[in-house]
């Protein structure tokens, strides 16, 4: 199945909690940047705005539309999922933050796959539409990993095939990313280190050495890869335990290879 013949790029950097996907992404952001191109972080624009930018109305029946951001205005998009809007900032405040309550790992999926609906809806089409680049942690890759591997946790069955076709992952998979990035580690106690510095709670139910060792086979799996690369993405893997300077030049590197030429 091809990926989407829209003249924008869609980027997706995944993997581990706490593995650098914000180093990689920062890396190929400042490239970006460096070339020129305005570059829109809609991370901040959510958790100051609690809502969605809007793309193309600039207004609302007779009156202007106090969200609207021209598409004209930048070149590139960073993003995240789950968002920090509505759907999006339930599941980061609720299901998967640390306390006592506990959703079924299809509850969860579902919940990502309605934000996720939302997001492309919303943002991500129209975007790739209109040529941008968006650089984003996480995507549907991440549902597939997680909640399969939450469900045998818990002695339950959720294939990846039934969380590929929640309605917001179909949706997401009939418009591929262009490029997948997964930053790998041959030790996982490494990343749990770094975690445990980190001021944050949201993912925190998914935050032990156990699971993330537990998912780390799936990341670097054959199955995933080839999943992604019949809807047409292309599955890149980064050593995230060189020093930083080797990680931005090997980031900025898969960037240019399979975006760039």
Known sequence: MPKHDFPGKLVIVDGL???GKGVVMDSIVEYLRAKGMRVFDINEYWQENHEHPEFEHSFIGDK?????IPLSSFDVVVSSEPTYVGI???IRSEIISKNNRKYSP???AEMYAADRLLWYQRGILPMLKAGKIIIQSRGVITSLVYQSMQA???DQYLPMDHIAALHGNKLTLDFAPDLIIIPTIEDVGEIIKRLEGREKDDNAIFESLRFQEMIKPSYESTELRTFFEKHGTKVE???AG???EETIRQAVGLYHKNIER
């Open 17 to 19: 909690d706490g593995i």
């Open 64 to 68: 202007t539309n106090p969200h609207y």
């Open 88 to 90: 999006g900032r339930a």
């Open 106 to 108: 299809l509850f969860t």
């Open 152 to 154: 045998k946790d818990t």
């Open 237 to 239: 893997y980064l050593d």
């Open 242 to 244: 060189i020093s930083i």
